[in-house]
């Protein structure tokens, strides 16, 4: 079996995981609730034990796309449990001389070093904060549409590798370089 697939995923005592006729799973927790496709290979149980109620899921061939879609699955509904019970969240730091941000409405305003400021429509379902002129954190219960929405702000701005100006993760390293020398004089 799939090393990540065979793992039962332990669901909290508020959340619900339910598999619906056109196969999508379905959880519900305090946060809200996702919905993800599941391929009819592989079939979602739910097992109680003490009082806990676990999620299992097994596949229905040893096929090796079997067995990617098994470990895959498994990863997606447990982080939609995730999702659902504590959230997720991306910062991201805006490096540069007068480059500042601010959320205006549903709208995140970013003076990044162009000509005019960047207006960025925030998605629906999904919470950004500036919590300084130049931090920007995402947060939301879909570990994809995060990641999705942190992706597009750094795109905007890429970091520049001489002086470090642009957009990039908290926990990101940017590589700096050198900067660039003259021939010597004789």
Known sequence: MSRIGRLPIALPAN???DVTVDNYVVVAGPKGSLRQYMD??????KEENEGKTTVVLTR?????????????????I?????GVTDGYSKS????????????KGNKLVMN????????????????????SITEIVVSGISKERVGQFAADIKAIKPVE??????IHYTNETVRMKEIKKGAKKK
Not at 161 to 166: K, N
């Open 15 to 17: 959340v619900t995981v």
């Open 40 to 45: 009819s290979c592989i079939t979602l149980t």
């Open 60 to 76: 229905s061939s040893e096929e090796p796309t079997v067995k990617a879609k098994h470990g895959l699955y498994r990863a997606l």
């Open 78 to 82: 447990a982080g939609m449990v995730k």
């Open 92 to 103: 991201l730091t805006v490096n540069g001389v007068g480059y500042k941000v601010e959320v």
């Open 112 to 131: 990044i070093g162009f000509s005019h400021p960047v207006n960025v429509d925030i998605p629906e379902g999904l919470a950004v904060t500036c919590p």
């Open 161 to 166: 590798p001489y002086h470090g100006y642009g």
